[in-house]
Each structure stands twice: as C-alpha cells, then as structure tokens.
C-alpha cells in the first residue's frame, strides 16, 4: 500500500483572466508533478475566475469561456496526477460554486458548495443555488471528501462527506484576511479535524484583489487536531505533503511550518500585498504620493517601497504657510533614507489664484475649513496631473480613524486609486511604524514622536478637534466593528462627551466614504463592501 | 353585511428615523380614519425602518429601538381601524422581514416574507431569514393574505395564501422604479390575480433614498385582472378604495385613476424627486452646480429647479480660453430663465498657477488630457469651495453614457454629492430636455441643437473621440444592460471597431464609477449597488 503525496498550490488568479488562470493551474500541475511527484493537487476556490469575480459571473459569455478552458486544461494537464480546482459552473438554469476533479484528461465529478456566505464582503447567495450532495473522490486507494471555503465552517456538509465514506477532506478556500482570521482559521480547522476524526487539507488563495487580500497560510492538520503543516503567509508557491498510509497521518514533505510572527509584521505584509497587487494587476508603472512630514504618509511610503521598490515611487512634498520646517526636513530625510524619487511643489500661488477667484462670492464670511480644504485640494489636483503625466497611480494615505469621522477633504487628501492604510487605524499606524523601523531604518524618529497635525490652519493639532487617538480609536472599534450603540459604549466607560461627538461624525460622514478610493482591508469591518451603509439617514446615536 | 374601506398609504418614510417613522405612521393613520373612515390601513413594506435600511438591520440597538416604536404605536394609534405595516423584527436569533397587523392597541400577528431578492439592488439575504408560512387575517368578516414585495412575484407564497383562505391579497411593498418597472408590475399584478382569482391590493413606497427612488403606484385589481384604482406615481398621499362585499370587487373611493403619462414625464419625474429628497432629506440648504452651455449641465438645472425650487439653486459659469461664446450666452440665459442665482468664476489664473508650478516637472513632455484634466478640476474645486461656504450641495451633471466610458474627470467634473441624471443615456438627455420645453421653456433651443462638445480643447467635439451617441448608447445598453458580449453585439449589427473600444473603454473605467457620487438609478442595471464588478480585472472583450 502506497503514500500519496498532495501539493497544496497557493496561488493567485487574475480576477477574470480565465484563460490565463486556466494556463497558471496547468503550468501549476506541472511544476508539482516534475518537483514534488504530486499524486494530488490542490488549487484554491473559484481559481479558474479569481475570487471574488463578482458581476462577471452574470455574464453569458462566462460559461463559454470557462467551457474552453475546461476543455483546454482536459487537453493540457500533467498526466498520472489528479487535479481539484474550484471554478463557476452552470447546469439547470443556475450557478453553482464548484469544484472539479480533473484525471487523465477527464473530469471526473464536481462538488457544489453547500454554505455560500452572504455576510460582511461575501455576496454569494448573488449568484450561486446551494448545493447539497457531497462527492468522495478515491484516488490511489484513499478517499477524498471535497468541500469549499465555508462547508468547513458548517457542520452538515462535512458530516455528509464523512459518513459518504471520506477519509480525508479536502477544502479549497478564498479566505480574505483580517488581523484575527489566521488564528481563528486554525483554531476551526482543529475543532473540526478532532470532532470528525479526519484528517484535514486545507488550500487558501494568496494576493491581492481590489480590497480584499488573500494571506495563504494553506495547512494540513491531522485527524487529532494537530496542525501537521503551514504553508507561509504571504508567499505563493507549492506546499507537497505527505500522507503516511498506514499511520492515516499526514507528514510534512518539505520546508518548516512558518514560526509564529508578530502581529504587526502580519498586518504590515498584508499592505503591502494588497497595494503591490493591486498597482501590479492594474499595470501602473508606479505610484505617486504626497509626503507630508506626517505618519500616515511616512508610513504609506514605505509601504510603497517595500511593495514596489524605490524606482517606482515618487514622492512629492507640497508646502505652504502651515507647514512646519520639520514637516520639510522630515519628509526630505525619509525620501533620502528609501532612495525615491523627490519633489517639492509649494502650493501658494494655487491657494492664492482661488482665493482672489472666490474673493467677490466669499465677500463678507469668514474663514472656515473651506480654506482649509481649498489647501488639500490644491494638493489634490498636483498629485493628479503628476498622475495623468507620468502613469503613476496616486497613492491615498488617510488612516481609517480619520476615514471613520470625515477627518479628510474629499478631492483633497482623499484622491487617489488605492489606499494601504486605509483600514488601519491610527494607534496602529504608530504600532506598524515602530514595528518597520526595527527592520530596517524607513521612517524618521521625529515622524513618530511628533504630536499629528493636518498642518491645515496655524499650529493646527489633530487633538484640538478629537479626542486623543487611543481613545477615539476604542470608541470606533467598539462602534464600527462592534455594532455597540453610543449608550453601550459610554456604559463601557467612555466620556459621554466625545462618544456622541464621534459616532454622529461617523454616521455623518458615510457620503465621505462612499467616494473614497479602495483600499487593503485588514479588520473585521472594512468601509468598503463590508459595511453597507446608507448615505441618508434618520438614525440617531442613543440606545 | 358591509363594505370595507380600505385605505393604501402611500407615504415616504426616513430610513433609519424609527421613531419618527411610527410617528409618521400614526399620524396617517389618524388621517386616513378621520379623513375616509378606513377600516384597514395598509402601509409599505419595511415602513418602521424606511427602505432598505442596510448595515443599519445589524446593529443590535435596531430591535431596541422598534420594540420601542411598536409599543408607541399600540398605544397612540387611532382605534377601530386595522393596520398593516412592515418592519424587520428579530426571532429565534434571526431578522426577518415582516409585516405586522395592529388593531385596537393589539399586534395580532406578523407574516415573515418568504421570496428575499439578492439581486440588482437587493441585498436582503444579507439581512434576513426566509419565512415559510402563510398568514391570513380576518377584519369584518373579510379575510385577507398578507404578502411582502417579492413574495407576488413568486408562485408559493401566493397559492399558500389561497389555500390558507385568503379572499383578498394585500401585499406591502418597497419596489424601487425603473423605466420598465411600473408597466411591469402592472401586468404581474393582473396576470397573478387572474391565476388565483382573487383581488390584489397592492402599497407602494415613495420617494428617493440614496440610489433608488421609490414611484408609489398603489393600486388595486379585482380577480379578474381588471386595474382598479392606481394611485398616482410620484405622488405621497392616501389612496382609499372601498371593497364591495356582494361582487367580491374593489371600487374606487374618490380620485381617478392615473391618466398614463409620457415615459419622458415619468422619467424626468423620477429625477426630480430622487434629487429632492436626497437633498431635503440630508437638510442640504440647496444646490450648487457648474452650469457649461451644454445640454447635461442645462438638464441638470432644469432639474434643480424643478425639484427645489429658484431660491435654493446657485449656478456657476466657469469660462476657460476654450469656452465659446455662445456656451456662455446660453448659460445666462438658461440662469435668468429659470430666476436662478448666476455667477462667472474664470478659471484661467488657477489653471496657469498649476502649469506654472508643475513647469519643470512636466518640462519635455507634450501636451495630453492632463492639461484638459487639470481644467475640469480648477472647476471641481472652485464649485466646493462654493459649496462649503455656503452649505449648498455640488450637483453632479454627468450622464451615464460618459459614466460609461469614462468620458469624465475624477475630482473635476465629477465632484459632488449626487448626480440626479447620472443613469440616464445621452440620447435620453436629448428627450428630456426636449419634453421639458414642452411644459414651460427651461433650455435654450441652442443648447439642444449644437453639437455636443466638453470644450477642454481647441474645436474639441465629443464625436471626435466617441462614436456618435445614438450608436455609443445601443452599444451600451446591449454591453451593460443585456450582459451581452463584444462578439454579440457585433453580430447584431454594429461596427467592430466601435464596439470593441467601448466595451474595453467600460470595463477600464470601473475605478472611476467606483468614485462617483450617487445619484439616480432609473434603468434595469445603473451604476451602483447594482452593478458590481471588480475593478482590477483581466476579463477581455470578445466572445
């Protein structure tokens, strides 16, 4: 009786490139054939179309592309191995979210996934009907249960494949990361692994895609809930294991499970992941972004280099009365210290021109945030014809405490395609920064130590205007993430005060973030497709 | 034994306002006894919370907060009169949506809705768990079956009604409009009572929120398929119709029924009023838009105007080297033709400040659209310095034609909170403003019939860069609309070239849309929650 080696692809479709993705899994099986003698590979969930294909799924045309590369992968496949690999299919009017077993040249069964999730991003009771049969497949003598992404969330679908016989279970994923979801994946695939005493392979997408970001950690955890092997997070590649026959056991063919690694060197590779797939998929040559002696621009910098390399960054530091020499120093040291390209553009004589423009329609008002904004959105405008000249892609740097309550200028501070720091809040924004200076110097001490100011109006600070950081950004957590009411949270502790002040900022200023750019989520609660909020709106912070 | 007053309130309630919303219904229902001595009042679908109250259904203190209005509205509601209304409620751990009878200071019953759209718009399997039972209420010795928006569009929930006893239908409605929609549901509401021979009454919501906007068109059908009484569209008020014991048949109470309009009218009133209750409904003092002489721009004020009202409408002239005369003599005459507040802010000095400053950034490049960019953007900023200092919203003149393709400048012409024609095609722009001057003169005839151009450039016409709008539009209504792909399209008739550069034009543009403001949504497929598609994206056009 033979062992049977299962290479776990952890892998990165283009969202909508079917052919391409059907190319990359055939090119994928090949290399874990000739490599690692795959008896077995594992692709990730709806790798065929990327995750999440959205929309696309309505179109006719889908079916006909992804009949073809179907039948192209048929044609094209590594021989003596069988393939599992998670692509849309349609039969009897309706979508379903599949996964096909492919042998010789054959495909032998499709699996239906039975749990679609429906909640936080997840929309996909859109598009797919429910399935409800399980499928063992037997290959080499063992019996593989299929299951997609949330089945193992679920206890009937992984029941049915066990008592359909399975002996092992197999799960294909498109698992978007948030700070918690590593640990709380494992942790289930445990639970679930010892309560059905099977042996558990489990297969998670990697990369970036729109907001969404894919952390890999593929792993294959043993029927008593020991977790045998870890793919690394953050890495694409083949992951071979080993499944000891006579032991039911699965054993680590090579490489070392990944060590433990700090939360924030977690949450930082998850940045600049999503903000080097995105740039890379869109095919920009670059990013251009405004520095302006502050943290969260300090911080998006290097982020952008770490994903990106210093050639295609373009920094641009764009003073006027407010801003601070150390602004100017700062911001001209970190350019230095990453090696990126840098300019400085003074925005007096925009301000100027639009002020002398407005002067006859502003006669007699005082002044107010409008010129506060007319400042961010001179800065605006410059970053984006920068952007129409060069194509480089703007690079948005507002953190997600200052998105939260509207602490941002629409067309100002706000352009821009993507955004790295958007989910992140601001305690965190200091934590990352600490955290990448121990790696490697990107980020000047004064950046970090100095008070926040928008360096918007004479000796602004962030603090004139909100509570400290650790406390709005508890508030927000516990608002946002936690769906607790302005009551609950004052309950919880917090000043009367500024809980009202900072939810109805919140509430108010969802017609903010609905124009926002994209950006890499990272929590339980991105404002994106996560949390679908309308712009008019009755509510009243309260009970 | 006697006939039954039944009385549809038609009425606009404030999502998220629970409280205010209860009051609102017993205010009505007060009205609707006093005014027509109603035995039943029937309120739209999910009235409590207004329609669709998203992410707002997730935060626990919802439950809180209805359990509070139900009690206030057992209390205060007027006696001797049977009310349904809609509202989510949460049982056995799940939301549902459901529709609750009070009578005398009683709730007797709640019916759960069984068909929960996840398509197009709808999200409300996000939100709520599917009910499986009929509920049928007798009042005056008449029973009715209870039934909530999609519910009619599905064959079970209705027969389970029959069979359950139901002599009359009375379904609570949140059926958002589009241009095909009120013929459509008119013919479902005849053809469904024919097939179980039983009356239908059928209440509506009205008015706008957010995207969607809410047409009313209650009405009535006897269980021959006959319309009855059709309350007006785009109309708030109370429908009485009174139910004739002896014939089994509805009968109109007072008013007429609708004579049928212009799909002109019906359009051109559906952006009148999804613009006036987003800005009403945000407490916005009024609007200010960029007015250029072109046709978007001059529909848009009419539309402002007609909406708000002269007093509450501001519009600016923004004239570059590239503005020909006749744009700006059109513009003050469209300004003093409609009494609207008018103002010429020339953009030169702003525009050559940002060339000035970015001179050597740019030094040996050649003149591209960022020049052109830049233009649309000094505008962009000038009209929200105005709309900060004077608390007026930026309205938002783009057509869905430009939305399209990308025929529009992010932070430039694109700024604003909401865009009231941003789902109409340019060939539609053309008869609305053309039906418009049939009702009182609004446009100058001028601005109709010269040829379409965005004056960014020298001589610049629309049709130098796009094919004309009557083939763009068919191109993009079978592309968008239809789900049909490059090589269809091709095949039924249109120019290769053209349709391949419209299609890839659509599909690169996604990061644009994804910016954009609201606005209204009147086709089967608009721009917004309605159609979503990833923007990083390898999907090609062809088969």
């Known amino acids: 009786m033979q062992d049977l080696t299962l290479v776990m692809a952890q892998f990165d479709p283009l969202v909508g490139d079917v052919p391409g993705n059907a190319d990359r899994a055939i090119e994928t099986v090949r290399e874990a054939r000739i490599e690692h003698g795959a008896d077995i590979v594992v692709l990730p969930e709806l790798f065929l179309t990327g995750y999440p294909p959205e929309d696309l799924l309505l179109r006719p045309s889908m079916e006909t592309r992804l009949r073809h590369a179907r039948a192209r992968m048929a044609e094209k496949m590594a021989r003596d191995v069988m393939v599992i ?22 495909w032998l069964g499709e699996y239906a996934k039975q749990a679609l999730p429906n909640y936080e991003v997840f929309d996909e009771q859109r598009y797919f009907a429910t399935g409800s049969q399980p499928l063992v497949i037997e290959h080499k003598g063992a019996k593989f249960g299929i299951l997609i992404c949330e089945d193992i969330w679920s206890e009937t679908p992984v029941r049915q494949a066990r008592d359909a016989g399975a002996e092992i279970l197999v799960t294909l994923n498109a698992s978007p990361f948030h700070q918690d979801k590593p640990a709380e ?85 998850a940045l600049v992941t999503g903000l080097r797939d995105y740039v890379n998929k869109s095919g920009f040559g670059g990013v251009v972004l405004g520095l302006s002696g502050g943290i969260d621009s300090a911080l998006s910098l290097a982020i952008a280099v770490d994903a990106l390399g210093p050639q295609r960054v373009h920094a641009v530091m764009m003073p006027y009365h407010y801003t601070a020499d150390i602004s100017k120093q700062d911001a001209a040291e970190q350019a230095e210290m990453l090696g990126v390209d840098y300019e400085v553009l003074p925005i007096e004589s925009m301000v100027e021109a639009f ?22 959105r001179c800065r605006g405008v410059l970053l984006m014809a920068l952007s129409n000249k060069k194509g480089l892609m703007v690079l948005t740097t507002g953190n997600k405490s200052e998105m939260a309550v509207g602490y941002a200028t629409l067309y100002g501070d706000m352009v821009g395609g993507y955004n790295a720091i ?23 001490e004064r950046v970090i130590e100095r008070p926040p100011s928008a360096e918007l109006a004479p000796d602004q600070k962030d603090s004139d205007s909100l509570p400290d950081y650790d406390v709005l950004d508890a508030i927000l957590v516990r608002y946002i993430e936690g769906d607790m009411s302005a009551e609950a949270i004052i309950a919880a502790g917090f000043d009367r005060e500024d809980v009202y002040r900072v939810v109805q900022l919140v509430d108010r200023c969802e017609y903010k973030r609905r124009q926002a750019p994209v950006g890499v989520r990272v929590t339980r609660r991105g404002f994106g497709r996560d949390r679908r909020y309308p712009i008019v709106n009755g509510w009243q912070p309260g009970e």
Not at 85 to 106: C, T
Not at 244 to 266: K, L
Not at 355 to 376: C, H, K, P, V, Y
Not at 424 to 439: F, G, I, M, P
Request: glycine residues 8%; proline residues 6%.
């Open 85 to 106: 690999v998670g692509y849309p299919g349609r039969r009897e009017g309706q979508n379903w979210n599949l996964a096909g077993v492919l042998y010789n040249g054959e």
């Open 185 to 269: 994946r494992l942790a289930l695939l445990e639970a679930r692994a010892r309560e059905v005493a099977l042996p558990i392979v489990y297969v998670n997408q990697i990369g970036g895609q729109d907001e969404l970001v894919f952390d890999g950690g593929s792993a294959c955890v043993n029927a008593d809930g020991e977790l045998m092997v870890q793919a690394p997070h953050w890495a694409v590649g083949l992951m071979p294991v080993q499944f000891v026959r006579e032991q039911q056991r699965w054993v680590p063919r090579a490489g070392e499970t990944e060590p433990e690694v700090a939360p924030e060197e977690n949450l930082y590779c």
């Open 355 to 376: 002020m002398e423009t407005l002067s006859e329609s502003f006669a007699g008002t005082e002044r107010d945030t409008t010129e506060e904004n007319l400042q961010s």
């Open 422 to 444: 958007k989910d992140v809040y601001k305690t965190w924004v200091y934590r990352l920064a600490r955290w990448r200076n121990t790696e490697s110097p990107a980020i000047p």
